[in-house]
């Protein structure tokens, strides 16, 4: 070693080369990974009985497959396994033709071996199970039949019926991929959804800005306002404007077209000066500041509050602190896709681990931040099926775009993290789970959810990954107030950007319990409640309306009695820092 590689401290080069490995694998720990590989493979080695197992279910799927495949040799006959419901790669036609659904079905009889050989293996740490399981499904995606042009029938019927113009298309869309990628911009083609522009153009005014957030009123749209305002909370690891995207799916245009006097919080897009701000900072630079604001600019009126996601759960954080100081400005609290308990925090758990959260830390202390890329490849690894395989035949094989729409950009507009707080956050919230436990400190003396006592409406979404909907449903563990729980087809994304109208079909189901009332299981819940077709908002705003207190006169002007002039029109700056 040189005698400058020797002066660097010890862990300072542990950090150099943690962030370099992450610059390759997207943020994600090889010795979590490992660790987990290596874990199944002593167990299973000292498990005759699961080897035996897994010897006679690979002997039965070889000769289950061989005998579909002499039986359609010389009549049609049904496939001898079906892929999972949300497996659509071998859903066209052509993939039911021979040799093709022979070669998927092997494919897929392949892929429910692994499931067996990485599940109930005696011994193995369930985490690492779990990991491994994800992992090999993960990796046997990689060599899918529908990946390979060879291999994929879909892709070699277009190619024959436009005459090779797909690839030649194709190869276009690869080469604009490539030049994005080097040029440091998304790959898709937001460039038409921009924030104040096409996106974010609700009317309104940045009314505060400190260090940390701009607090967003939009204007007026009614002759007459409900008394109480509300005041939106976003997660900080997203731009705000998921909330008010085009005109026909905004949240905030909605609710101030119902006459509400709608706030936004706006984060900061932090750089690798503010590694230093933690939650702390986020509580109360942030949410606290933003509840003072608001009441100078709505005085004598209490706020209703509104989270969304990780905002949701400091929001939680921020009305466990005012119920325990008797702080009384809050007239009602709605938590849309958030948690506060995170024993079951759905796959992303998968990448949060000792060994991850020590690999993070190194990569945070250098850069400052965790990138919003780096958290985008852990999603992306996640669902790469989807976000990756799908759109490489789609683009490249069958030479198709698909249509970028509002919530893409909005999700190609990544933001950072800042070392302290991230890291503060998935050791004390994701890994200790300490305000669900009732160890979350603030100024000294640990919050606790259960002195809540405003009425609470508590959206989960069907198929999130990210806030898994019986994850969210434990909030009824953890407060005795008056509860509005309601469940919405969808996503940690579209189940929440979901308005009124439109062509998909949707549903929800929602029901009151009562101050006191006993708890029910989550299954039982989702069994007896019922559904409702559409869209969930219009009940969240007759919720929001019977809280809100009479209707008034709206204000006039841009500046309220208490001296709060205009900073500059809605979006403001910092949602547009990159």
């Not at 006592?453 to 959206?459: A, D, I, S």
């Not at 708890?519 to 007896?528: G, I, K, S």
Request: aromatic residues 10%; proline residues 6%; positive net charge.
């Amino acid at each position: 070693m040189s005698a400058k590689a020797g002066s660097v401290p010890p862990h300072d080069l542990d950090k150099i080369i943690n962030a370099n490995i992450a610059r390759i694998t997207s943020g994600l720990s090889p010795a979590s990974l490992f660790n987990a590989y290596v874990d199944w493979l002593i167990h299973l080695s000292f498990s005759p009985g699961k080897q035996r197992e897994l010897a006679l279910k690979a002997g039965n799927k070889a000769r289950k497959l061989m005998a579909h495949l002499i039986q359609s040799s010389w009549r049609p006959c049904e496939s001898c396994i079906d892929p999972l419901p949300q497996d659509t790669r071998f859903a066209a036609a052509q993939w039911q033709h021979m040799p093709y659904q022979a070669i998927y079905q092997g494919f897929l009889m392949q892929q429910q071996w692994w499931h067996n050989a990485t599940t109930d293996v005696p011994g193995v740490n369930h985490h690492h199970e779990r990991v491994l399981d994800f992992t090999s499904r993960q990796l046997l995606d990689v060599v899918s039949p529908s990946n390979f042009f060879w291999t994929n029938p879909e892709v070699l019927h277009r190619t024959i019926e436009r005459g090779g113009l797909n690839l030649l298309e194709g190869s276009r869309n690869w080469w604009e991929d490539v030049l994005r990628r080097l040029s440091d911009k998304p790959t898709m083609n937001t460039d038409h959804f921009r924030p104040g522009r096409e996106v974010a153009i609700t009317p309104g005014q940045v009314v505060y800005r400190n260090h940390l957030i701009e607090l967003i009123q939009y204007n007026a749209q009614t002759p007459e306002v409900h008394a109480s305002p509300i005041l939106m909370v976003p997660s900080w690891i997203m731009k705000f404007y998921i909330l008010d995207l085009s005109p026909h799916n905004s949240m905030v245009r909605y609710l101030v077209s119902r006459g509400h006097t709608v706030f936004m919080v706006s984060w900061r897009n932090p750089q690798a000066k503010d590694w230093a701000l933690g939650m702390d900072d986020y509580l109360n630079h942030g949410v606290m500041e933003a509840i003072r604001v608001v009441s100078e600019r709505v005085p004598k009126q209490k706020i209703q509050a509104v989270g969304y996601c990780l905002g949701g759960t400091l929001l939680s954080i921020a009305a466990a602190l005012m119920a325990r100081s008797d702080d009384t400005r809050l007239k009602s609290l709605s938590l849309l896709a958030s948690q506060v308990d995170f024993t079951e925090p759905g796959e992303l758990a998968l990448f949060i681990d000792d060994s991850q959260l020590a690999f993070l830390d190194g990569v945070m202390s250098d850069q400052g931040f965790l990138d919003g890329k780096q958290m985008a490849g852990a999603f992306t690894w996640l669902h790469q099926r989807d976000l990756v395989f799908s759109r490489v035949v789609r683009d490249y094989w069958l030479g198709q775009r698909a249509p970028v729409t509002d919530l893409m950009a909005w999700n190609a507009d990544a933001t950072r993290m800042p070392y302290r707080q991230h890291s503060h956050y998935l050791h004390s919230l994701y890994r200790h789970n300490d305000l669900a436990e009732g160890r979350y400190l603030v100024e000294g003396r640990p919050v606790v959810l259960r002195d809540v006592r405003w009425p609470v409406f508590c959206l989960g979404t069907q198929h999130d990954t990210v806030s898994p909907w019986r994850s969210v449903y434990k909030l009824h563990l953890f407060t005795s107030t008056e509860l509005t729980f309601c469940l919405t087809s969808g996503g940690h994304n579209v189940g929440v950007v979901n308005p009124p109208g439109g062509s998909a079909p949707r549903h929800y189901q929602l029901s009151r319990r009562k101050q006191g009332a006993k708890y029910q299981d989550p299954d039982t819940w989702a069994q007896e409640v019922a559904f409702h077709p559409g869209s969930w908002w219009p009940a969240w705003a007759q919720w929001l309306e019977r809280q809100a207190g009479p209707l008034r006169k709206a204000p006039q002007g841009k500046k309220s009695a208490a001296g709060h002039a205009s900073l500059g029109h809605a979006p403001g700056h910092y949602v547009l820092e990159t």
